[in-house]
């Protein structure tokens, strides 16, 4: 038995020493796998996207250019109410054409990424938080917990935000603005998937604010006394997204600017919150 023993405790220390010797190579290593993983699992929901284009095209991406998508409907109604028709907006259905022989076939695959990526968002982010958490205190991941759900469902807000409110502006001002009568538009496929994939991605991303300002105050490279010192230029930044985002019209921009003055608030607090807790965890070492 203690033979038996003695080899055992070898075979540890020479284990360990070995660990010690290719830590980086290791960790390289288990970093593929999980990188493998999420993107196996983005391919996996892109192809139940690329079977499912009926309900991808027809359901989700065409809709918000008809006069029956919820939020036109819903603005009409608010037109009315205040006497109002600029407010009814994509009141007439696009005629979308396709000019390349493999356009729409391109289109295709294209969106099936998209939508991978979206619905293996929570999933890749677990993934990359599998890899990270490890390497946390005890105490870091006590504050972390719940890291990957709030992540995901800012994400999942910001996307539902960029599909429902900022598309169907979108959709109305690049297909209703005119440089002289005599130019007609005529819509084509690829610019109009190109217009709502870039404005609802762009919205999943911008919504992880909160999230940033949460590392960013962990990491002790931004406070909270420093967000509210820059609260005005931040009013700038925001307004300057929403500007890129958004049609060049002042209502769709404040639209989309205020949630996002709303996630830098949050991000405020959150900064506040981390201040306090370090705070009191220096007061115990004094």
């Known amino acids: ?12 220390t020479k284990a360990k020493k070995r660990s ?5 190579l290791a960790h390289l290593e288990e970093l593929r796998w999980h990188l493998i993983r999420a993107i196996i699992s983005i391919i996996v929901f892109a192809l139940v996207a690329f079977v499912f284009k009926g309900i991808i095209f027809d359901e989700i991406l065409f809709k918000p250019e ?7 409907r819903l603005l009409c109604q608010l037109g009315e109410l205040i006497n109002s028709t600029v407010l009814c907006i994509n009141s007439t259905k696009l005629v979308i054409i396709n000019i390349k022989m493999a356009g729409q076939f ?26 990270i958490k490890p390497a946390l205190k005890s ?3 006590s504050v972390t917990r719940g890291a990957v759900f709030w992540s995901s469902l800012l994400f999942i807000l910001g996307i539902l935000f960029g599909y429902f409110v900022v598309t169907p502006l979108s959709v109305n001002f690049f297909t209703t603005y005119f440089v002289s009568k005599d130019v007609q538009n005529q819509i084509n496929l690829t610019s109009y998937i190109g217009i709502i994939t870039s404005v609802v991605l762009a919205g999943g991303v911008i919504f992880e604010l909160p999230i940033l300002i949460y590392i960013l105050s962990k990491a002790g490279l931004v406070t909270a006394k420093f967000l509210r ?16 985002i958004t049609p060049p019209d002042i209502f769709s921009q404040i639209l989309v600017a205020f949630p996002l003055f709303f996630l830098y608030e949050i991000g405020i607090v959150i900064s506040k919150r981390i201040e306090k807790k370090r705070d009191k965890e220096l007061a115990k070492y004094d």
Do not use: C, Q
Request: proline letters at 4%; glycine letters at 2%; aromatic letters at 14%.
């Open 1 to 12: 038995m203690k033979r038996k023993e003695i080899n055992t405790n070898k075979k540890t």
């Open 20 to 24: 010690k010797d290719i830590p980086f």
């Open 66 to 72: 008809e006069p029956n998508f919820i939020t036109n």
């Open 106 to 131: 391109m289109t295709h695959i294209k969106v099936s990424l998209v939508a991978g990526i979206i619905v293996a968002f929570p999933y890749v982010f677990w993934e990359i938080w599998k890899f």
């Open 139 to 141: 105490t870091e991941k």
């Open 229 to 244: 010192k820059y609260r005005r230029h931040s009013i700038i930044i925001v307004l300057a997204l929403s500007a890129i």
